[in-house]
């Protein structure tokens, strides 16, 4: 499977530690809504050893976060006098189980590049991750989230042990486990990580503005806001940054956050908000929509009057995964398979319940409601990005983070609407920036300090709380 590991590591302000053992080793973790990443380094070196990525096992109870509080919170399911399986038991131990599993892999790699005669030895973990997926990781309680106000039963920022987030025990009032499985007692047993192993949860804004996106705007070096960002109150390894900033990771739950420079002697600020976008552009609820895995088409083209695909791994073509759908729709709507509300108008398939479609190959295709699934999607971004773009005077530095903002083409996703077009050439893409600044967070406690400054100075913004935000969204839907 694809998923994008790779990112930018922030400066690490702290001197490295000479006392460190060459075995003695830390790991960041990515927990996604839809993919998991678990990076090992070495303390010693501060050098990245081994990354290893899996698709999330907890899809199997939604595909997005709403479907998924609503399995953690329904009733627990009983056969005779005896409970079967609670929500919450199911999604914790689903997510502990993968990540043993993970863990257990990536040790065994990143103990072949030790040097010889020492024994990998886990020292300390980063797990960062929306709020929801943190929620889900410490068995803490949701039943909060599953209506307004939205409120979490922990924003996190805690200091705890592997042994203790296996068992439940981080934050106070959740709900009691389930007994686990023989299967998952053997597991622990088991466990390449010893249970007094230190376990640092980054802080969170809120309900959906989780510690990934933290983690993030530590990587893309927002400043801290609350002051005047003046030279002399920057760190040596801090520069005064004069512009906007603006990041987004676009996924299932796409997380936006501006940072807004000090303006007519106001000070500078960092607003956030969240676009319930689903998971289109992951490849889900789209008729042949796949993973980033070999045979997921990636990219159309349009040469000699005929659509033309690449897929990855150059292998035969299975589905559609999320950039080969914006590919798609970019060039249908250029050629006029589509026009600018979404219609199919050229070369159309009938299904076999009478609805229209455009075949890439015989055994894949994008249906009508396929099309209006992706309008839905980009539609909630780019009214999100459009909002907090109003906040600033001069365009900002775009900074996309997350595996599928590092690989949709920026032209193409323009040419939709999902991004302004005003951000195309003021783009960086950062890859899995959510894991960068997790890694940081293994060596610096400064940058700790600043993660939790960052999320206490946020400003969160519900956009569904916006009068006119029903009315902008619905005027972003046409292409």
Not at 445 to 473: V, Y
Request: proline share 6%; aromatic share 6%; charged share 20%.
């Amino acid at each position: 499977m694809q998923i994008v590991t790779e990112g930018t590591m922030p400066t690490i302000p702290e001197q490295q530690e000479s006392n460190t053992s060459p075995a003695e080793l830390g790991i960041a973790v990515d927990i996604g809504t839809t993919t998991v990443a678990v990076s090992v380094w070495s303390l010693l070196h501060r050098k990245h050893l081994v990354t290893v990525a899996e698709k999330n096992n907890q899809v199997r109870y939604g595909y997005d976060i709403i479907r998924r509080i609503a399995f953690a919170v329904r009733p627990p399911l009983t056969g005779s006098s005896t409970i079967i399986e609670t929500g919450s038991s199911a999604l914790h131990y689903c997510i502990i189980r993968q990540l043993e599993k993970m863990f257990s892999k990536a040790i065994f790699e990143a103990g072949t590049k030790l040097p010889r005669g020492f024994q990998p030895q886990v020292k300390s973990i980063v797990i960062t991750g929306n709020t929801t997926m943190l929620s889900f990781l410490t068995a803490a309680s949701v039943n909060n989230m599953a209506a307004a106000p939205f409120t979490p039963a922990s924003l996190f920022d805690i200091e705890t042990t592997w042994g203790q987030i296996r068992e439940g025990n981080v934050v106070q009032n959740s709900p009691e486990l389930d007994k686990p499985t023989p299967e998952l007692i053997q597991i622990f047993e088991s466990s390449v990580i010893p249970s007094s192993t230190e376990v640092y949860l980054p802080p969170c804004v809120g309900a959906f503005i989780g510690a990934d996106t933290v983690c993030s705007m530590v990587a893309a070096g927002f400043p801290v806001p609350g002051g005047k960002n003046l030279p002399q109150t920057l760190r040596p390894w801090e520069s005064k940054i004069t512009a906007p900033l603006l990041l987004a990771d676009i996924g299932t739950n796409s997380e936006l956050c501006l940072y807004v420079p000090e303006q007519d002697d106001k000070p500078c600020k960092i607003l956030c908000t969240s676009a319930a976008s689903g998971p289109a552009f992951e490849g889900a609820n789209i008729s042949c929509g796949m993973p980033s895995i070999e045979g997921a088409i990636d990219k159309v083209t349009y040469m000699h009057e005929k659509l033309n695909y690449h897929t990855i791994g150059e292998k035969n073509p299975r589905g559609l995964c999320g950039t080969g759908l914006i590919s798609a729709a970019a060039v249908m709507l250029k050629n006029k398979y589509i026009d600018k509300n979404g219609k199919i108008t050229r070369e159309k398939s009938k299904l076999g319940d009478g609805t229209y479609c455009i075949e890439l190959t015989p055994a894949v295709y994008l249906s009508q409601q396929d099309i209006r699934n992706l309008q839905l999607a980009k539609s909630a971004v780019k009214t999100g990005l459009e909002f907090l773009l109003e906040h600033v005077e001069e365009t900002p530095v775009f900074c996309i983070a997350g595996g599928f903002g590092s690989k949709i083409n920026l032209s193409e996703a323009t040419t939709i609407g999902l991004l302004p077009p005003q951000l195309e050439k003021r783009t960086i893409q950062l890859g899995n920036a959510a894991l960068s600044g997790a890694s940081a967070l293994l060596f610096s406690n400064i940058l700790r300090d600043k993660a939790r400054a960052l999320a206490k100075k946020a400003i969160q913004i519900n956009l569904a709380g916006i009068p006119e935000f029903q009315e902008r969204f619905l005027k972003g839907i046409d292409f």
